[in-house]
């Protein structure tokens, strides 16, 4: 199981202590949970923090993109060089002149699907996708509750995306509680942000949370 650390779940103005400590082993990304007050309700950060952040850690960055209209935004992110740039299927109608934008830059594209968001949404673009980054909160905030109907849904999007050799990410309520069962589920990263940053030291329990899913 890799791990996408949450930084909206930390508190921003230690950053520069907290990021140094996090090692590759036990933390494979740092989420950026990039949030307009639109499309979410609330405004997080943009390119300007994101960037700072990338000089803080040779970790690499997963932009999570929780913006109205990502084509117009895009591109501010994708000269910071991430591993990856994902954009969600409700607000967008030009999704895979995006994906393609985002692939000819170098990086990895991911779509995200709110929980209320049928698989189907993006069945018709599998092949331009290198992600797929599976809510299991609606966005917004971190510290809510992994939704009831998740693991259902990680099923039925799992046959959908392995024959295209796409990742699966999960965002929203992993914990301590439920990383066995999706690593069981064939999920390959989960975010994690209250579940990490709420305890002591999270790189840590970056570690403590691989050796819980393997089992
Ligand atoms: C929610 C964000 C998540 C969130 C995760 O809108 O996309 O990345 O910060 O936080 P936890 O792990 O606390 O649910
Ligand atoms: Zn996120």
Do not use: W
Not at 32 to 51: H, L, R, W, Y
Not at 69 to 83: A, G, R, S, W
Not at 190 to 213: H, I, M, Y
Request: with cysteine; proline share 6%.
């Amino acid at each position: 199981m890799k791990i996408s650390a949450s930084i909206l779940a930390a508190k921003m103005t230690a950053l520069s202590t907290i990021l140094p400590t996090f090692k590759k082993e036990n933390i494979d990304y740092i989420h950026m949970d990039v949030m307009d007050g639109n499309f979410v309700p609330q405004i997080s950060f943009g390119e300007a923090i994101t960037k700072e952040v990338g000089e803080l850690t040779d970790i690499p960055l997963d932009v999570h993109l929780m913006v109205a209209k990502p084509e117009d935004h895009v591109q501010k992110y994708l000269e910071l060089k991430p591993y990856c740039v994902t954009f969600h299927i409700e607000t967008t109608h030009f999704a895979v002149r995006l994906a393609e934008e985002i692939r000819k830059a170098g990086c990895k594209v991911g779509v995200s699907l709110n929980p209320a968001t049928p698989p189907e949404a993006i069945s018709t673009i599998l092949p331009y996708l290198d992600l797929v980054l599976l809510m299991t909160v609606d966005p917004g905030f971190y510290g809510q509750s992994f939704i009831k109907t998740g693991f259902e849904k990680i099923e039925k999007v799992r046959k959908m995306t392995s024959p295209y050799g796409i990742e699966l990410e999960v965002d929203g309520g992993v914990n301590e509680s439920n990383i066995r069962e999706l690593e069981k589920l064939g999920v390959d990263l989960c975010v994690v942000g209250s579940g990490l940053f709420k305890t002591g030291n999270p790189n840590e329990q970056g570690k403590k949370l691989k050796d819980l899913a393997k089992g």
